[in-house]
């Protein structure tokens, strides 16, 4: 199994940046994926959610109107597009992979640093 994120980096305030997470090893249309992130010093949290043939999502109030969940399950990868990026976004960014009535299968990926600075 591999979860492999890419697209991070350094962006200015106000910028855009969208990242991927390429999935391998198991059926990827049956798993709920999401991105989570973790800043320094902080917990990490759950960013954004998509179900498994992405007819619903659910995002942190922080990002709600300026990041978007997609997903395409004929490429395996899910996607995070991040606009009017903040200061505050800066952290690792997570991908995951969750399946069955106790998410019984949960894998990450190893992370993408996004910094958002000036």
């Known amino acids: 199994v591999q979860l492999v994120e890419s697209g991070g980096g350094l962006v200015q305030p106000g910028g855009s940046l969208r990242l991927s997470c390429a999935a391998s090893?198991?059926?990827?249309?049956?798993?709920?994926m999401s991105w989570y992130r973790q800043a320094p010093g902080k917990e990490r949290e759950l960013v954004a959610r998509i179900t498994r043939a992405g007819g619903s999502t659910n995002y942190a109030d922080s990002v709600k109107g300026r990041f978007t969940i997609s997903r395409d399950n004929a490429k395996n990868t899910v996607y995070l597009q991040m606009n009017s990026l903040k200061p505050e976004d800066t952290a690792v960014y997570y991908c995951?992979?969750?399946?069955?009535?106790?998410?019984?299968?949960?894998?990450w990926g190893q992370g993408t640093q996004v910094t958002v600075s000036s």
């Open positions: 995951n992979a969750k399946y069955g009535p106790m998410n019984d299968y949960d894998y």
């Open positions: 090893g198991f059926t990827f249309s049956s798993y709920v």
